[in-house]
């Protein structure tokens, strides 16, 4: 009930988010402070935080609900399944036949989903948060909790960075060549995204256990322990000013 209670919140705050996107926006185009907040129909459902919802959500759940031995079968088995969806679905074509697109529209309607622009300068309707692509997203979740698992059960320090540069690099190195037939894309949250992304993180962790953990160079770290332990807030606050400043208009005469 924690994890689905935490799911909910997280998702209702992304909402918040895309409303007051929205009320700003209508404020500034001059509209009264009722019709700029009630602009509902075209009310963006999924965003970032949406989608950081879900994937925490239903990863959270496997891993509590699934056995140890299981989860890599379980990410193996998203990242493929998502991998051929996308083959026979359009699914690295910047139409709106990408069957992203497809799923969302059908879902949500076209109203509240998010714009893109192709090369050709036309808008479409490709949201790059959007509900089948949450599939990948999960099995990134589930590999971040792997690395987590690993350092928990490495008691020594220099066993954590070994673990951790070494399945980082197999990872990173699996999506720099697995590229060739799947492309790295962060706008579908192509596999071979989760694997190239996860590897590097899971690199920058050891480094960063090797230098903090084991050297004791950690005065430069602290600045960043205030992020590391309010993420949620810092983004929320992050978002929340950069709608405000987004409409600020400056003028000069050049």
Same mark, same amino acid.
């Given at each position: ?31 009264? /402070? ?17 989608? /950081? ?72 309707? %490709? ?10 997203? &999960?099995?990134?979740?589930? &590999? ?21 540069? %070494? ?10 060549? %697995? ?27 050891? %480094? ?5 953990? &084991? ?40």
């Amino acid at each position: 009930m924690k994890v689905v209670r935490r799911t909910i919140l997280i998702f209702l705050i992304g909402i918040g988010l895309a409303w007051f996107g929205q009320l700003v926006g209508g404020l500034a185009k001059g509209e009264g /402070l009722g019709e700029a907040a009630t602009h509902f129909d075209t009310l963006r459902i999924l965003g970032v935080l949406q989608r /950081l919802a879900l994937a925490y959500g239903f990863a959270a759940l496997i891993a509590l609900l699934t056995r140890g031995k299981y989860l890599v079968g379980t990410i193996v088995a998203l990242l493929v399944g998502y991998f051929l969806i996308l083959v026979f679905g359009n699914g690295f074509e910047m139409s709106e036949k990408n069957i992203i697109s497809v799923v969302d529209r059908a879902l949500w309607g076209q109203d509240h989903m998010y714009k893109d622009w192709t090369l050709e300068g036309e808008r479409v309707a %490709l949201d790059p948060e959007g509900l089948l692509s949450t599939l990948p997203s &999960i099995a990134h979740v589930l &590999i971040g909790f792997l690395f987590g698992k690993l350092i928990v059960d490495s008691k020594d320090n220099h066993k954590r960075v070994e673990k951790l540069l %070494l399945w980082g690099t197999i990872l990173a190195f699996s999506g720099l060549l %697995l590229k060739y037939g799947c492309p790295i894309n962060k706008k579908i949250w192509s596999p071979t995204f989760v694997l190239v992304t996860t590897g590097f993180a899971a690199q920058l962790l050891g %480094l960063s256990i090797w230098i903090i953990d &084991i050297n004791k160079k950690n005065r430069w770290s602290r600045f960043f322990q205030a992020f590391g332990v309010n993420p949620l807030i810092v983004y929320v606050f992050a978002a929340i000013v950069a709608r405000l400043f987004s409409r600020i208009k400056f003028g000069w005469n050049g």
